[in-house]
């Protein structure tokens, strides 16, 4: 079983409003609609920080030209849909 604690946070009167709003539409808990809104934001965070550390001091036409390369070496093929032409 995971370990769990707790985490008490102030925010301002009409956010938590507005929270419980939310959780009430989405019918779970307001502590189940932070746990999420929580997670989600912080594998955001990260995967901004990945890319972030991984590009560096790339410049932009750099990546530009690696990403054209790459999509140059895609074989060319009907779309699935129309939304998906060029």
Same mark, same amino acid.
């Given at each position: 079983?995971t370990?769990?604690s707790?985490?008490?946070?102030?925010?301002?009167?009409?956010?938590k409003?507005?929270?419980? #709003? /939310?959780?009430?539409?989405?019918?779970?808990? /307001?502590?189940?609609?932070?746990?999420?809104a929580?997670?989600?934001?912080? =594998? =955001?965070?990260?995967?901004?920080?990945?890319?972030s550390?991984?590009?560096g001091?790339?410049? #932009?036409?750099?990546?530009?030209?690696?990403?054209?390369?790459?999509l140059?070496k895609?074989?060319? #093929?009907?779309?699935?849909?129309?939304?998906d032409? /060029?």
């Amino acid at each position: 079983m995971t370990k769990r604690s707790v985490l008490t946070i102030r925010v301002p009167e009409e956010l938590k409003r507005r929270l419980e #709003r /939310l959780a009430h539409s989405q019918g779970v808990s /307001l502590n189940q609609l932070a746990l999420y809104a929580f997670s989600k934001e912080a =594998s =955001s965070l990260e995967t901004q920080l990945f890319f972030s550390q991984r590009l560096g001091q790339k410049k #932009r036409s750099n990546i530009l030209a690696g990403f054209d390369l790459t999509l140059s070496k895609a074989k060319a #093929r009907e779309p699935f849909a129309p939304e998906d032409e /060029l």
